[in-house]
């Protein structure tokens, strides 16, 4: 089986090594000249909306999916006339603009910050009267790691930031006093089985995901699961999707979603019985799931800017090393490591141990 992918960066790289095992071969479509994914299968350089590119993609292969959720949503919509596609465009479209992704979460009964649609200062303005600050003010399309979001403290800092963020459609979304970020990332197949890794608790730094620990028998597990089932069923999504969580006063208000395979569920590569990448191809392939199952205390810590040396890394007990063959650039993700144990107190010791090593 060839699957065609949308995007060659370390998520569809990932993928194909995750597929080359089951048999199957990959052709991607990125338009740039180095992008991280062609060294595990064929390149085709071209934009997202170039159409000839995109047919010659369809009459190479059996199915197609995506990395990232920048893609347009017309570009699977197209696709699909010619090859299978999954996740399918109108999730992508749901799941890629905010306001249609947080207006969903509500008409499905998923607690979410309250919000408002802005397409103007004017809008801002009432918005902000409305829901209070502090409050965080995002672009709804676009956007990530930090990027194309402003958080609003006081009235001095609602004065022209419509025009700060590029006067584009934007969300106001109220603050959620949180007391922590977690992520479900969770697998349907074209036959609607579903399977949910364990809860994982996140640590972001200027936006960017820096750490994700793999929880064990979280209270919250079975609720957040419940949420995500909504989601799936509604989308009559296939594939990989991730949920994130705020934690609020032992219960759970919806971030967002992510309709691909997503940086919180790299432990599993190392971590589960099967990994999110694997999943993801079983699903959209049609076989069955593998188990989301943890082995171990697992973690993943993401190398941002650079990656430590690879001696020093590897010499690490139980960790395991992913670079991703990107250049070295301030604030890109370039690698990250998976890191294991038998309990969650040596886990922590060797996280310690792997940050130390981290010069940002």
């Known amino acids: 089986m060839k699957i065609g992918v949308i995007g060659g960066g370390q998520l569809g790289r990932m993928l194909a090594l995750a597929g080359t095992p089951l048999g199957m071969n990959f052709a991607f479509l990125d338009p740039a000249p180095d992008a991280c994914a062609a060294a595990l299968g064929e390149h085709l350089r071209a934009d997202y909306g170039d159409q000839d590119h995109l047919r010659q993609l369809a009459d190479e292969v059996d199915l197609v999916t995506f990395e990232f959720e920048s893609v347009p949503a017309e570009t699977v919509a197209f696709l699909s006339q010619f090859v299978p596609v999954y996740p399918s465009a109108e999730a992508l479209r749901i799941a890629r603009d905010r306001l249609f992704e947080k207006s969903m979460f509500r008409d499905l009964g998923i607690p979410t910050p309250a919000f408002a649609d802005v397409l103007s200062q004017a809008d801002?303005?009432?918005?902000?009267?409305?829901i209070g600050l502090p409050a965080v003010l995002k672009t709804r399309t676009l956007g990530y790691d930090g990027k194309g979001q402003k958080v609003l403290r006081q009235l001095e800092d609602v004065t022209g930031a419509f025009a700060e963020l590029g006067s584009v459609p934007l969300l106001l979304e109220g603050f959620v006093p949180f007391t922590g970020e977690v992520s479900l990332v969770t697998v349907r197949g074209r036959d609607g089985e579903v399977a949910c890794y364990p809860l994982v608790h996140n640590t972001h730094e200027s936006g960017i995901l820096r750490l994700s620990v793999a929880s064990s028998n979280h209270p919250l597990q079975a609720l957040a699961e419940d949420y995500a089932r909504r989601v799936l069923e509604q989308l009559d999504y296939v594939g990989v999707l991730a949920f994130e969580f705020f934690e609020v006063e032992g219960g759970l208000k919806a971030n967002e979603i992510a309709p691909r395979v997503h940086n919180s569920g790299h432990w599993t590569i190392e971590g589960a019985e099967c990994s999110q990448f694997e999943n993801h191809l079983r699903a959209v392939a049609g076989l069955p799931l593998g188990s989301t199952a943890k082995v171990g205390e697992s973690a993943m810590v993401n190398f941002i800017g650079s990656v430590p040396p690879v001696a020093a890394v590897t010499a690490l007990e139980d960790c395991?090393?992913?670079?991703?063959?990107?250049?070295?650039?301030?604030?890109?993700?370039?690698?990250?490591?998976?890191?294991?144990?038998?309990?969650?107190?040596?886990?922590?010791?060797?996280i310690a141990a792997l940050e130390a090593l981290i010069q940002d």
């Open 124 to 130: 801002l303005d009432a918005a902000v009267a409305r």
């Open 320 to 350: 395991h090393l992913h670079h991703y063959g990107k250049a070295f650039k301030a604030g890109r993700k370039v690698g990250h490591a998976t890191l294991r144990s038998a309990d969650a107190a040596t886990l922590q010791t060797r």
